[in-house]
């Protein structure tokens, strides 16, 4: 899904990917369990540049991916999946994978240049692809409602909208792995250290190969 969304778009599908995965030992069934392996494959089969976060996704790590997804890039991120794909808290146990592609800032003041109000929904504005635009201040960390991420869990039919401070809360409790998948009798890759060491508070930043940004 990621592969799609850089530019230009990078498509392999999915069956070769799981397959390069367990090749490299990063994947028995098609888990992943590690942000830097998921990031070295991100690397080679999508050819594109690959940051990884550490220390979560507040702090000053939040600018850094507010920033990237309003320049149109691409966040992985690892989560504790709900029924509803949304995120929850699991200690691990439901943990999965989630891309985001856009994000959704509660403002004071819409920027004067390069943005434009939706026809159907007052109140909502688009940057205007045409246009050089000014990117509006970003909310404060701690207000609550102020910002959220247009999000896709793998399984998911349709993008959701979670609130960027439970996807935040959700990526730090990523400690523990699932035991009734410990007890299924099948064999998984688990980094060193376990899920804690592997997902928890980490997150994947991906940009095109020509992009300095």
Not at 110 to 134: A, I, K
Not at 193 to 207: F, K, S, Y
Request: glycine share 10%.
């Amino acid at each position: 899904m990621a592969g799609t969304l850089l530019a230009p778009p990078s498509s392999i599908p999915l069956e070769r990917l799981v397959e390069m995965a367990m090749e490299r030992g990063y994947t028995a069934q098609g888990e992943m369990f590690s942000v830097a392996d998921m990031g070295k494959l991100a690397q080679e089969a999508l050819g594109c540049q690959v940051e990884q976060l550490h220390g979560g996704l507040g702090g000053p790590n939040r600018a850094r991916v507010l920033w990237h997804l309003v320049s149109g890039h691409p966040v992985l991120i690892p989560y504790d999946e709900d029924f509803n794909h949304e995120p929850c808290h699991r200690k691990g146990h439901k943990a999965h994978w989630a891309v985001s592609t856009g994000v959704l800032l509660g403002v004071q003041a819409v920027p004067r240049l390069g943005y434009s109000e939706d026809p159907e929904l007052p109140g909502l504005f688009h940057p205007v692809p045409t246009m050089p635009h000014q990117p509006p201040a970003l909310p404060e960390e701690g207000s609550a409602g102020a910002v959220y991420l247009l999000s896709k869990q793998g399984k998911s039919w349709h993008y959701q909208l979670w609130d960027y401070d439970q996807v935040r809360d959700s990526n730090l409790q990523l400690t523990d792995f699932s035991p009734s998948r410990a007890a299924d009798g099948r064999a998984y890759v688990v980094p060193a250290g376990g899920v804690r060491a592997g997902l928890c508070g980490q997150a994947l930043l991906l940009r095109p190969r020509d992009s300095s940004h």
